[in-house]
């Protein structure tokens, strides 16, 4: 069973920061990976698919890289709509414990 | 523009079983290019995969709940279905229906969510 590592489980910035999560799975899964955003009471939505391919409507800020076991989502400069909850998933469909990105 | 809907109970009791069913609309759910799965998320925590089918009815599961698990497709009504048996309150969660695409699986469309409480 492939398990996915998230870091850090909380960041905490302002608006216009850049932000770095990481995602580390425990035996490569060369590029299947996705991340997603949730924010209260919605459903997640896919921002990356394939570890770097951005979803269709997903803003040129989300940027997604890695493969094998270590793959990252940046987001360049936070805008207010950015602060929500991240999570990476690998093809099982199993996912991360999740990065909540929060106002600092 | 492709529409997924959850639908059941949204209170069930301990031991017996849940069952929602998710309509899709604006697309079939017959393409052979797509699977189909549940996901929950129990109150304040993060996301469980539970199993995933295709439109000829191959199923995968979670292992950790493969015991209690049936899902099927009904492709006359574009619709699949979740049944879990024996449920306990450790079930209770928002329930999610979502299109997988792709080698990597990643769900590309959701449904709303559906809020199932186990409780007597």
């Known amino acids: 069973e492939i398990v996915l590592t998230q870091s850090p489980a909380t960041l905490s910035l302002s608006p216009g920061e850049r932000a770095t999560l990481s995602c580390r799975a425990s035996q490569s899964i060369s590029t299947y990976l996705a991340w997603y955003q949730q924010k209260p009471g919605q459903a997640p939505r896919l921002l990356i698919y394939d570890a770097s391919n951005r979803a269709t409507g997903i803003p040129a800020r989300f940027s997604g890289s890695g493969s094998g076991t270590d793959f990252t989502l940046t987001i360049s400069s936070l805008e207010p709509e950015d602060f929500a909850v991240y999570y990476c998933q690998q093809p099982t469909p199993t996912f991360g414990g999740g990065t909540r990105v929060e106002i600092k | 523009q492709l529409q997924l809907q959850e639908s059941g109970p949204g209170l069930v009791k301990p031991s017996e079983t849940l069952s929602l069913t998710c309509t899709v609309s604006g697309g079939s759910i017959s393409s052979s290019s797509y699977y189909w799965g549940w996901i929950r998320q129990s109150p304040g925590k993060g996301l469980e995969w539970i199993g995933s089918?295709?439109?000829?009815?191959?199923?995968y599961y979670n292992p950790s709940l493969k015991s209690r698990l049936t899902i099927s497709v009904d492709t006359s009504k574009n619709q699949f279905s979740l049944k879990l048996t024996s449920v306990t309150a450790a079930d209770t969660a928002a329930y999610y229906c979502?299109?997988?695409?792709?080698?990597?699986?990643?769900?590309?469309?959701w449904g709303r969510g559906t809020l199932v409480t186990v409780s007597s």
């Open positions: 979502a299109r997988h695409s792709g080698a990597g699986m990643w769900s590309d469309y």
């Open positions: 089918i295709n439109y000829s009815g191959n199923t």
